[in-house]
């Protein structure tokens, strides 16, 4: 049976741990519509990524 040698310390275990908290998602603010989406995702709105039309536009009905 695998038993470690030494007793993990507070502060490898923290390291190890510290990808496990969940993390508030970021936005950007969009350049041409000033609107905030999140990065390298279509701006839903306006249906453009990357300076291209790659959704039709909501229209808001």
């Known amino acids: 049976m695998a ?3 030494r007793k993990t ?3 490898k275990r923290g390291f190890r ?3 496990d ?3 508030q998602p970021s936005y950007v603010e969009d350049k ?3 609107e905030l989406r999140r990065p ?3 701006d839903l709105k306006t249906g453009m990524y990357r ?3 790659i959704l039709t ?3 808001e009905a």
């Open 40 to 42: 390298h995702h279509v």
């Open 51 to 53: 300076g291209r039309q």
């Open 21 to 23: 908290a969940l993390k």
């Open 32 to 34: 041409d519509s000033g």
């Open 3 to 5: 038993v470690p040698k």
């Open 17 to 19: 741990r510290s990808t």
């Open 57 to 59: 536009a909501k229209d």
């Open 9 to 11: 310390s507070r502060m």
